[in-house]
């Protein structure tokens, strides 16, 4: 993410958060958007977590989250460095706030995969800056047969999931967007034309406003 610039940019960038049950296919949404985006010039970056619980065999520290010990992460929720935290699955996971507003300030979109209890605090703090969308997946059957083909995670691990995921899905309705993810592609564009339509709302589109005015004057 960049560094705080002096000034604002044309445009403050947006907080794009994705939320789902573990297994529905937010991460993978995730990934795919920033690759896409990329590769179409616009810029977009990932808030990356910090997180207590262990790493599993695929991911890097920070690159797929920051991992750190429970005393760690205490000190940085004490001393109000965290934007957003909270326990799952019997975990801590939080979000580093200088890094995010250092990056809406230089007009960068910033993309959050977390949980419902983490939009709620994001939504709270950035309410002018926050787009939620929630990712559901088409069944209970396909969201067990997701979680036992990644093959990260123990059984005992996977019945704590399941369990947990009605709880999660209940907070849909407090997400401003629905996506069924049924097929990867289809729901990567779903979203990408979610953050597409959302980046030209009229109150984050400095430069139209005076465009306007300008026209306007000059009738």
Do not use: C
Not at 34 to 62: F, K, M, N, W, Y
Not at 70 to 77: A, D, G, I, N, P
Not at 85 to 99: I, R
Not at 179 to 208: F, G, T, Y
């Amino acid at each position: 993410m960049p560094e705080p610039t002096p000034g604002d940019s044309p445009r403050r960038g947006l907080i794009l958060v994705l939320s789902s049950p573990s297994g529905a296919g937010k991460t993978s949404i995730a990934r795919a958007l920033l690759a896409q985006e990329a590769e179409s010039g616009h810029r977009i970056d990932l808030s990356i977590s910090v997180t207590t619980r262990s790493r599993r065999p695929s991911e890097v520290d920070g690159i797929h989250y920051h991992f750190r010990s429970v005393r760690q992460f205490e000190t940085m929720r004490d001393r109000g460095e965290l934007l957003e935290w909270a326990e799952v699955h019997g975990n801590w996971y939080g979000t580093p706030l200088e890094p995010v507003e250092a990056a809406l300030r230089a007009g960068e979109d910033v993309l959050f995969d977390i949980d419902w209890q983490g939009t709620r605090q994001v939504a709270q703090a950035m309410p002018e800056d926050v787009v939620t969308v929630f990712i559901l997946p088409p069944s209970l059957a396909e969201l067990r047969s997701r979680l036992e083909r990644r093959a990260e995670d123990s059984p005992e691990v996977i019945a704590r999931r399941l369990e947990n995921a009605r709880e999660e899905i209940g907070h849909w309705r407090e997400y401003g967007y629905l996506v069924i993810n049924r097929d990867l592609e289809v729901s990567v564009e779903a979203v990408r034309s979610i953050l597409h339509a959302e980046r030209h709302r009229q109150e984050r589109q400095k430069p139209a406003q005076i465009l306007a005015d300008e026209l306007i004057s000059g009738l």
